[in-house]
């Protein structure tokens, strides 16, 4: 994103940020619908177990998806017993985008469209995946919401286990 410079006194932590897990607050358990093909979650009010899977493909028709009920993420487990963490592309989402793996037929990705600036659950230091490489977030609160984004140097990326998404 060309014309961006870093936001004055703008400086990333230098460790990775921890995971933010979804926790009922009554610490019960919790339903999770997962995709699969990246490992997206999201939760699921709890209903019964056949009317919870019908729920779950229903929010992702496109895509193969599980149940997974736990109090927190990495707890969760299918009826079968599977965990999350055993499943072959958990947190995958957070890696990289999959190509073709989204709950809706017409879309590429599992991402609705949503302009990047607008997106008000963006931090500062947040990671975005972009045309010409990661960039990090700054955001600058005031009158108007500002964001701008520095490029995040290449080894940088690498370190922290970042892919390149390229539908080329």
Known sequence: MPGFEQAPGFEPEQRPRPRVYITTRSGGRQNFCVRTCDGRFFPLPRVSEAADIKACEAACPAAEVKLYSGSDIDSARTEAGETYKTLANAFRF?????????????????LSPIAIEDDMTLRTGDIIAADDGFKIAAISSGQKRSVLFRPLPKAKA???????????
């Open 158 to 168: 690498q370190a922290l286990g970042l892919a390149r998404f390229s539908s080329r």
């Open 94 to 110: 957070q890696r990289e985008m999959v190509p073709q793996c989204a709950c809706s037929a017409g879309a590429s990705t599992g």
